[in-house]
């Protein structure tokens, strides 16, 4: 892979011919061409009405839970209502990442507000990974230098999130993932005093990421699917791997309510 991501590719992923600039913008929808399919998003649910559905067309929603909207410290002691951090992706059925569908602006360009020096490899640290690029520095996340396309990342609406898919290749069996985190929802086990030494140190993250999953079949004649939690990331962000124990999250299993992937 190469760090732009806004591309396309053949039917065959082994074989990979790069067109950049193929994203237009539309009635605040963002189109993509990726791997075997087209990502079309409408990044808030009163835009939800802008997009068309047509046969065959996946339809990825994420509705918000009720942990959607986190009391973010401001300014001069004041809060602010953020929306998640989210990375969707599509990778194989053996694991293997193949292409990034959505994922926030924040983390796509390093736009973090007041976060100093700390880059927030915390954050989405299971899709970072999973991407495999590392950058100057060392981390597996975009840079102000780097960021990622525009037809991929957009900010996370306040409403429910709709993303549409256009199968165009080959592609019929996929697992489709779903990272969510909020920064600083810290709890009785993830502690704002952590230090860095400690098995629950998480930065600014608080409780680390959450990680559904699901498996599509496009020849089957099923058409939905609900994703589940299957863990949560590295608290630190050090590593891609997902723990499957979730007992010591609390508001993080209630930032989603449920994300469903249909088949029109």
Not at 53 to 60: E, F, L, S
Not at 222 to 230: C, E, F, L, P, V
Not at 232 to 240: A, E
Request: hydrophobic content about 35%.
């Amino acid at each position: 892979m190469t760090k732009n991501e806004n591309i396309f590719f053949t039917h065959n992923v082994t074989n990979r011919i790069y067109f950049n600039n193929i994203v237009k913008k539309e009635m605040k929808a963002k189109i993509l061409a990726i791997t075997g399919m087209t990502a079309l998003v409408a990044l808030a649910s009163c835009n939800e009405d802008l997009v068309t559905y047509k046969q065959n067309d996946i339809r990825v929603q994420v509705s918000k839970g009720d942990a959607w909207l986190h009391d973010f410290p401001f300014l001069l002691g004041t809060n602010q209502k953020n929306p998640p951090q989210i990375a969707i992706w599509v990778e194989d059925l053996t694991g293997n990442y193949i292409t990034t569908i959505y994922v926030s602006h924040k983390i796509a360009t390093e736009s973090w507000q007041g976060s100093g020096n700390n880059r927030r490899k915390e954050s989405l640290p299971v899709w970072c990974h999973a991407r495999g690029i590392k950058y100057p520095d060392g981390l597996y996340l975009p840079t102000k230098d780097e960021p990622l396309a525009d037809g991929i990342s957009g900010a996370t609406p306040h409403g429910n999130l709709d993303v549409k898919m256009r199968p165009v290749g080959d592609l019929k069996q996929f697992v489709m993932k779903i990272e969510l985190n909020h920064s600083t929802d810290w709890n009785n086990n993830y502690p704002e005093d952590a230090k860095e030494e400690d098995a629950n140190y998480s930065g600014d993250s608080g409780q680390p990421a959450i990680v559904y999953s699901a498996e599509i079949d496009l020849d089957s004649s099923r058409k939905q699917y609900t994703a589940t939690i299957i863990g949560h990331s590295s608290p630190d962000g050090n590593n891609g791997n997902i723990c499957p124990d979730t007992s010591a999250l609390t508001s993080a299993l209630n930032i989603a309510k449920e994300i469903t992937i249909n088949i029109q």
